[in-house]
Structures are given as C-alpha cells and as structure tokens.
C-alpha cells in the first residue's frame, strides 16, 4: 500500500532564516504531488504541483519554492521566511488527477 | 462567489443525532466531488466520493445536485469520533478546490 512521510512534524524558525521541507512516497511511481498551506482558521492553499522529476507547477506567487529531484521526493523551500509563512504544510500524492492522500503534515511556526 | 463555500459551523449534536452539511460550489465545468474529514491538527483524510446518483456508507450519505451546484453530506447516528471538521472538495480541470470545512462537535 502507499505511504507518504513528511519531515519535519513541527519546526521554529526565526524570520529570515532558511527553510526545507521533505515529502516522500512509498508504494507508488510516478505520483503527482502537492504542497498546501493551510493558515490558521483558513481553508486549504495549493502552493505547487509536480506531474513528473523536475517539473513544478507554482499556483501562488511567494518567496516558497519547490524541487522534485526524484520520482517519489517533493521538497518545499525558502531562502528567507517570512512571519506570513507560519502555517500548516501538507503534502499530497495522487495517482491521477483526482483524489489526493495528505501526509502527516509539518506544522510551521516563523518567529 | 467563492468557488466552494460551506457553513462553517460549528455544528454542536447530541451522540445519536442525524446533522447533514451542505456545500454549495460555483465552477458548472467540476468534475468530481469528495468529503474529507479532519481532526484538529491533523492532515485531511479522504472520507468519501460524491457521485451523481448518491453514494451511502455506513452511516455516512452522500448527495450530489449539479443543476443547483450542490453537495451534501448526511450523517446518521452521531458518534463522539465524528467530531472533526468536514471539508467539502471539487474537481475542477484536476485541481482540488478546498472549502473551509464545517466543525462538528458531537457531545455525550
């Protein structure tokens, strides 16, 4: 059966700093894959999407990127974060264009 | 129009009580429909689809009215465990569009 991982479940950081976030899948090939934010007391933000290794789709534009080195690894970044960048960020895979599996979650906090 | 609006509740039964949710979405040209649920500080984990005729499991009935661009959820015999927030979703070109969800509380 799949599996998706994040890390790491919670995280600190200062304003300013850097910031990597990993996504993984197990059991599947070739998923599409999704990073969201989701604010407090606010629905579901779709931040990227990935179909295939190396190709990003971005939805918002903001100081987050996102890297999709391997066919089963998604990996959020920023090279400075912002205090707007706190929040909730989930990782999605989907094997088609439908229904999409969230992982855990990574539960941000920028002071 | 937001593109999925849901009542945001909350929605406070008693155990054992029928509560329905109701969504209402904007695009016509969506595609498929789901309810997710989530647990407070938990991801969202897919509950059920949405199909044109009604689809039922267990306790759980949804319903789905494309004239009127809305979907339902009823849930019959309320447990404490349903306590959670209700997130309606539509498929629109591939993309998930996530309503804000609705709160339930079920209390003993």
């Known amino acids: 059966s799949q599996t998706i991982h994040q890390w790491p479940a919670t995280l600190v950081q200062p304003v300013g700093s850097p910031l990597s976030l990993e996504c993984t899948v197990e059991?599947?090939?070739?998923?599409?894959l999704y990073w969201y934010r989701q604010a407090a007391g606010r629905g579901l933000q779709l931040l990227f999407y990935?179909?295939?290794?190396?190709?990003i789709s971005s939805e918002v534009p903001q100081n987050l990127s996102a890297s999709r080195p391997q066919d089963r690894q998604f990996i959020l970044s920023s090279k400075k974060l912002l205090l707007s960048d706190s929040g909730f960020y989930l990782c999605?895979?989907?094997?088609?264009?439908?229904?999409?599996?969230f992982g855990p979650g990574t539960r941000l906090t920028v002071l | 129009r937001k593109e999925v609006e849901q009542d945001p509740g909350p929605f406070n039964v008693p155990e054992g009580a029928t509560v329905a949710f109701n969504c209402t979405y904007s695009?016509?040209?969506?595609?498929?429909f789901f309810w997710y649920r989530q647990d407070c500080r938990k991801e969202p984990k897919l509950l059920m689809s949405?199909?044109?005729s009604g689809n039922e499991d267990g306790r759980f009935t949804a319903q789905l009215n494309r004239a009127s661009q809305y979907i339902s959820l009823l849930i019959r015999d309320s447990k404490l465990s349903d306590s959670a927030t209700y997130l309606c979703?539509?498929?629109?070109?591939?993309?998930?569009?996530f309503g804000k969800g609705t709160k339930l509380s079920v209390k003993p």
């Open positions: 990935s179909v295939g290794i190396g190709q």
């Open positions: 979703v539509v498929n629109t070109r591939g993309n998930l569009i």
């Open positions: 059991g599947t090939s070739n998923p599409n």
């Open positions: 999605a895979w989907s094997p088609g264009r439908d229904t999409q599996y």
């Open positions: 949405v199909y044109s």
């Open positions: 695009n016509s040209a969506s595609q498929s």
